[in-house]
């Protein structure tokens, strides 16, 4: 119960000042396969002229920049370079 109440504190803050969608961007290796858009379970990303954007509802998952089967997908400067890697 206690660590159930510290959390919800630290989430009510935590999440709308760090959580956010706004730095995902996909590259112009973007092959437009959608694959980001299936897998969001937010349903978060839609494809529009021809590239993955996201919308306001996102928690980090992860899962568009680990599963884009071209590695197309950034999140601002900070995933760059770094292994894309996902557990089945």
Known sequence: LKDKFQSSIVNTVFYPLFVKAGAF???DECIECGLCETLCPLHNIQIKDHRPVWGKECTHCMACI????KKAIEYGKKSIGKNRYYID
């Open 25 to 27: 961007y996909s590259t």
């Open 66 to 69: 680990a599963r884009c089967p």
